[in-house]
């Protein structure tokens, strides 16, 4: 099993250093509900308190205000994905983007290797863009949501620091 998992990350990393990995939503992935944002989804934000807007795709879209006067975007997704019994949320904080058209290889390995030890979530890749997505039950209480919107916040902008230094791009 561990050789069979060292095959799989070693290929995704290979097709994101070369510029292959998929940046279309996977064949099956739910789109926004007709009409906007999914009003589960927004019920959940506004019981927390929380501000947001909602994007073109109907996805609510926050900024969060962190330390040192920086702030970072996230995204909760209104596209709620089915698996087995489950209903899972994405919430999504991009932390990088390549000066070129692909994820230099370095970056690529620090994203995996911060996202192995995150306790929730890793990275992913759109385009040039890297994100860092937790996937949660969509039915998670406002205040689990809440950490969960942190905790994507503080993870994207620690690797946008660390690659960045003082730019506070997202």
């Given at each position: 099993?561990?050789?069979?998992?060292?095959?799989?990350?070693?290929?995704l990393l290979l097709a994101v250093a070369a510029g292959h990995a998929p940046a279309a939503p996977l064949p099956g992935a739910a789109a926004a509900p007709p009409g906007g944002a999914d009003p589960a989804g927004r019920a959940q934000l506004d019981a927390a308190g929380l501000?947001?807007?909602i994007d073109a795709d109907?996805?609510?879209?926050?900024?969060?205000?962190?330390?040192?006067?920086?702030?970072?975007v996230?995204?909760?997704?209104?596209?709620?994905?089915?698996?087995?019994?489950?209903?899972v949320r994405e919430i999504l904080s991009p932390g990088y983007r390549a000066e070129g058209p692909?994820?230099?290889?370095?970056?690529?390995?620090?994203?995996l290797e911060h996202g192995g030890r995150a306790r929730l979530g890793g990275w992913v890749r759109d385009g040039r863009i890297g994100i860092f997505v937790v996937k949660l039950d969509a039915d998670t209480p406002g205040d689990r949501l809440v950490d969960a919107i942190e905790f994507a916040a503080h993870a994207a902008d620690e690797l946008e620091r660390e690659f960045t230094g003082s730019k506070d791009e997202f």
């Open positions: 099993m561990r050789d069979n998992a060292i095959r799989v990350v070693t290929g501000s947001y807007e109907g996805d609510f879209k926050l900024v969060y205000e962190l330390d040192g006067d920086r702030s970072q996230v995204y909760v997704r209104s596209a709620v994905e089915p698996w087995g019994g489950l209903r692909d994820i230099p290889c370095r970056v690529a390995l620090r994203m």
